[in-house]
């Protein structure tokens, strides 16, 4: 079945560092998502990614799409305490299918 | 907008006894909901795919006698934990997508904890 992998499993970083998360996967998947998600609840939309080879930005946040279908990164620019939580990613066969999710990095900011 | 609200937040249940959780789509109707479970320090599983006015599709491995899901209307899904126990105490996450907007990706609850004693 469709498996993704992250890396780093889990990140200490000192406030104000930049952050880099991956993900491949081991089958293609058309629209690539990133979550995250703080304790207790659930995940929240960071980026959606739809077409290979797409770089998008959300603020401090850049997520670019792979050019094979099956990888993508997560950047985070100048770190601050409310980036930390577990970030997901997530892949879609079409915008209407499930959403599969990878096992998650683990972000803690150090002030 | 595509607000997805869940409830209740938390419940604890006896062992034995049937937990039920709702899942309402606010300000929009949605024809197809996801049901997640997720355990402490672990991803996001797929249970089902809850479908308005049909049958769920459910994921390999999940009871689909065990857990019971009913989409009798476009704003509203729920699931149905029968004869809950221990090992079913998790995290219960659903999901919706608005069909009228151009959004890919789903919006999620806030989740429901469960705790069985």
């Known amino acids: 079945g469709q498996q993704l992998n992250q890396s780093p499993q889990s990140m200490f970083i000192q406030e104000g560092e930049d952050v880099s998360m991956n993900c491949t996967s081991s089958?293609?998947?058309?629209?690539w998502l990133w979550y995250k998600q703080d304790p207790g609840e659930g995940p929240v939309l960071l980026i959606a990614?739809?077409?290979?080879?797409e770089l998008t930005s959300n603020g401090r946040l850049t997520a670019q799409f792979g050019i094979t279908r099956k990888d993508s990164f997560l950047n985070i620019s100048a770190s601050i305490p409310s980036d930390v939580g577990i970030y997901f990613c997530?892949?879609?066969?079409?915008?209407?299918?499930?959403?599969?999710f990878g096992p998650g990095t683990s972000l803690s900011v150090i002030p | 907008g595509a607000v997805v609200s869940q409830h209740p937040s938390w419940v604890i249940c006896k062992s034995g006894t049937s937990v039920k959780i709702e899942c309402r789509s606010l300000?929009?109707?949605?024809?197809?909901m996801f049901w997640y479970r997720q355990f402490p320090k672990q991803s996001l599983m797929l249970m089902a795919t809850s479908n308005e006015g049909s049958k769920a599709t459910y994921e390999q491995g999940v009871e689909k006698d065990k857990f019971l899901i009913n989409h009798a209307s476009l704003t509203l899904s729920t699931l149905t934990v029968t004869s809950a126990h221990p090992e079913d105490s998790s995290f219960y996450i659903c999901?919706?997508?608005?069909?009228?907007?151009?959004?890919?990706?789903?919006?999620f609850g806030s989740g429901t904890r469960l705790t069985v004693v």
């Open positions: 999901s919706a997508r608005d069909p009228g907007r151009r959004v890919y990706g789903y919006t």
């Open positions: 997530a892949g879609q066969i079409t915008s209407y299918d499930k959403v599969i």
């Open positions: 990614l739809y077409k290979a080879g």
């Open positions: 300000d929009f109707q949605a024809t197809t």
């Open positions: 089958s293609i998947f058309n629209t």
